[in-house]
Nanobody, 127 residues
Framework: QVQLVESGGGLVQAGGSLRLSCAAS????????MGWFRQAPGKEREFVATIKWSSDITTYADSVKGRFTISRDNAKNTVYLQMNSLTPEDTAVYYC????????????????????WGQGTQVTVSS
């Protein structure tokens, strides 16, 4: 089992920045990748970014590329999502997820590619 706890959400004005954190505990050594997803009201949960635990391989959704940065601190079992140049369209609940299976370029961008999820943290961007 892997437990994930997100933090760092809040209210920010358009153009501002936030950094989300995801602290992992439990069988984290068996995770191959960590991802961030988001879900806006009335919309499907969508992929944001993913990072491989053992390397610097990252993937981003086109909508956040160049504005968001995913990173990890293996010693702290923590993954971060630095979000810059935020717009109201970034408003959503952001979820952290852990993948137990081997790394997959495709699966790590899909909801089904992850086995554990955090409870989510709300990000609201005002115009």
């Amino acid at each position: 089992q892997v437990q994930l706890v997100e933090s760092g959400g809040g209210l920010v004005q358009a153009g501002g920045s936030l950094r989300l954190s995801c602290a992992a505990s439990g069988r984290t050594f068996s995770s191959s990748a960590m991802g961030w997803f988001r879900q806006a009201p009335g919309k499907e949960r969508e992929f944001v970014a993913t990072i491989k635990w053992s390397s610097d391989i990252t993937t981003y959704a086109d909508s956040v590329k160049g504005r968001f940065t995913i990173s990890r601190d293996n010693a702290k079992n923590t993954v971060y999502l630095q979000m810059n140049s935020l717009t109201p369209e970034d408003t959503a609940v952001y979820y952290c997820a852990a993948r137990q299976g081997p790394w997959s370029t495709i699966a790590t961008t899909k909801r089904y590619g992850y086995d554990y999820w955090g409870q989510g943290t709300q990000v609201t961007v005002s115009s």
